[in-house]
Every structure is written in C-alpha cells, then in structure tokens.
C-alpha cells in the first residue's frame, strides 16, 4: 500500500513462519497499526471507521434477513411482517437493517461534508474522492431496491416512479423500462431481480472500500488545517491515538443507533408502507426515504421529464469533479474567508431541497426547488473555480505540528528531539 515501511515484529514461531509466506500481519501492523496520522485530527476524521462498522451491520444483518424472506409479490410484504413476528429476535435484526440504511446516509453524508469543508477531494486524493462519490452510487442503489422489498405501498409506487425515469430516455427509453422491469409494470419478477441485486451490490461496495482505503493509504490522511505531512512531529501511529478517538466516536454513533432501533424504530419509515403494495391505488404524496429527498426535489424543480432525471444525475455526477473545479490553492475551509460563507450556503441550499423533496410539487415549493436547483449547481460551476481564484487565503500555520502544539513550536531539527515528550503534551 503505502511507501510507509510496517515496524511488525514476528514473535511466536507461527507468526514468523506466516511472516515469511503470506504477511498479513506484517501489512495490517503497517496499514492500521504504526500507520502515521496526522496529529490533528478532529471528530470528522471518525466517521471512515463508522461507515465501516455500519457496512459489516448492513451485511450481517441483511444476510440473516435473506434467510426468511420471500422474493415474491405475493409473499414479500408477509414475510416481512413473520420476520418481526415470528423469527427469533427477527423484529431486532430488521430494525438495526432498516434503521441502519438510515444511520449509513448520516454517516456518509457527514464524511462527504468534512471533505468538501477540508478540501480533502484535492490532489492527490482525486481518485480516493471519485472511489468515494462511486461508492455513494452504489449505496444509493442498494438502498432503492432494498426499500422496494418490502413490497408496501411506497416501495411499488416508489419503484415505479425510479423505474419510469429510464423511459425518459428518447427512443429506447420505454424498451429499457420494460427490460427493466422484467414486463410492462412493477411486479413479482421486478422484485425478484431487484433482490438479486439488492443481495450483490453490498459486495460491490465492499470492494469499492478496499480501493477507497488502499488509495487513502497510499495518499495519507488529509487533515484539518489542509497542510501536508512535512516530519515526523506532524504524525501519531494510527494506534492507539486515532483508534481511540474512533471507539469513542463509534460509541457514540452507536448510541443514537440503538436509540432509534428500540424506541421509535418507524420513525424514519413512511406510514404508507406498512399497506401491502397495491397497483390500484396510488398514494397522495409518493416520497423516497429522507436521504433521498434534495435530489427528489431537484428532480420535480424542472417541468421536463427528461431535463429533471438529467439534473437529478447531473446533481450526483458533478460531485466526482470537484477536484478540478475548486481553484483555491489552500484546502482547508477554516483559511478560506470568503469562500467558508459559500460553504455554509451549500449545506443549506442541501438542507433546503431535503425538506422541499418532501413537500408536495405544487406553488411556491416548487419556486423555491428550483432557486435552491440554481444555486446547487451555480456552487460547483460558478463559486468553486471563481472564489479560488480571488480569494486571499488567512494565514496558515507553518506545520500541522504547529496548529497542535502552539506558535512556540520551533519545528524542524529542534522540534524532532522533542518527539518522544510530545504525545504527552496532547
Ligand atoms: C461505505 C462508505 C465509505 C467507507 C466505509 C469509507 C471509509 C473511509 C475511511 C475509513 C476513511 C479514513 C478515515 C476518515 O477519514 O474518516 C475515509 C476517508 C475518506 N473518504 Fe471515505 N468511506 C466511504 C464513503 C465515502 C464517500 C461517499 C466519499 C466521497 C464522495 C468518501 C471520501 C473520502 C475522502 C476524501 C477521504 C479522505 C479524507 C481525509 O483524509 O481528509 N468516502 N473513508
């Protein structure tokens, strides 16, 4: 992986004798071990590790799920219902998956906002960005088809509205759909493949994180102030001190999880699904789940059906430029006067279009859709490669040691002798 040279040592005869033929351990001591993270570290720097903990919950849970549900239109709603009625602590297993999808978009949405505020998407971590934005992709499309399952009313009528973008497509749109479909409606064989591939994609981002972290370790960790790693003073092994850092965070995390699967496991889920689906009758308001709701308003903010499912991609593709399209030359927001007001502007117009997605498309929620719409886009197109350009950036500190240890921090030769004191000092 990285240039960094692992500092394991082989002690039992069995550990030398691995050593010499398949060393494992040697690369896991190198990579998560003496790894060197930069000192600084905030608690944005927790959630990779918690987007880890809740793929390995997704993939276990939903593993045991697989085991008593019935892919069939006629079977899928009640087995679902027999899951949490019936199976052995089946009604546990299906909140923490269900609640889980949920905890996963939190996670990952704050992990792509601490690297939008710290520039983390900048070189040389494009293709470490890009494997990220690939990765929400894919979490995007396990979470529809998996919400389809269960076969209440908003997972049909949601994946009949999903599936219908494709016939927006000129000429081979309806074929598409009706390939997609498996038919010429939503129906049983739909949910069938849509649990094949609801059952493969996890293993797809699977290997999708195993590059995502093979390229951050090869790159190293971005940090708070931006700067890079310049000496030794600058770094900590990522053992104990970022691990620590990670359980408590985890503990954290886990706390608010378990907070949702007892007491109000439902809450995130919509009413409507707990009816079985029913191609007769179409619910008042069809809505996706809320980590879907921005790009749902985006997509209705434009009259055209074509022009919205355009916009609606386009609003996740662009994501995978950003890279190229923010000119400043520091990375960190915190140095970065003018453009941290437009960074908080882009959370809110995010925030903004999440709660115009749920309301209905009609009046002044659609105007404010599609001013929301303009700035989204504007913020990429217009504000990252023009206030790089004219801004002026605050004055940075001369090492990432220095932002920890104070402007009395010499740095250099002097500051090298004083390594061994220093993780006391934190
Ligand atoms: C299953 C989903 C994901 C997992 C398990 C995951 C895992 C990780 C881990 C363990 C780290 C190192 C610790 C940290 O910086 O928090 C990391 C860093 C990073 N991730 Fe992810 N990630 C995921 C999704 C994403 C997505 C969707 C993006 C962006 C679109 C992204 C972009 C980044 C970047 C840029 C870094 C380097 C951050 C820095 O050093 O400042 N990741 N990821």
Known sequence: MSGHESTYVAKSRFAKFMDDRLPI???????????PTPRNLNYMWTFGGILMFCLVTQLVTGIVLA???????????????????????GWLIRNIHAVGASMFFLAVYLHIFRGLYYGSYKAPREVLWILGVFIYLAMMATA????????GQMSFWGATVITNFFSAIPVVGTKVTE????????????LNRFFALHYLLPFVITGLVVLHIWALHVAGQNNPTGLDVKSKMDTLPMTPYAVMKDIFALAVFVTLFVWFVFFVPDYLGHADNYNEANALVTPPHIVPEWYFLPFYAILRAVPSKLGGVLL????????????????????STKYRPIYRWFFWLFTFTCLALGYLGSKPAEGWYVVWSQIFTAYYFLHFLVVMPVVGLIETPKKLPRSIAESVLGANYGGGAGAMAGATAAPEKR
Do not use: C
């Not at 390939?179 to 739909?190: I, N, P």
């Open 25 to 35: 351990a040697r690369m896991m001591h190198g990579q998560f071990v003496d790894f």
């Open 67 to 89: 085991m008593h549900y019935v892919p069939s239109a006629k079977d899928a709603f009640d087995s679902v219902e027999a899951i949490r009625r019936d199976v052995n602590y």
């Open 144 to 151: 529809f088809l998996g919400y389809t399952l269960v076969w």
């Open 179 to 190: 390939w997609l479909w498996g038919g010429y409606a939503v129906t049983g064989v739909t």
């Open 312 to 331: 609606m991609f386009a609003a996740v593709a662009i994501l995978a430029f950003v890279s190229w399209l923010d000119t400043s030359r520091v990375r």
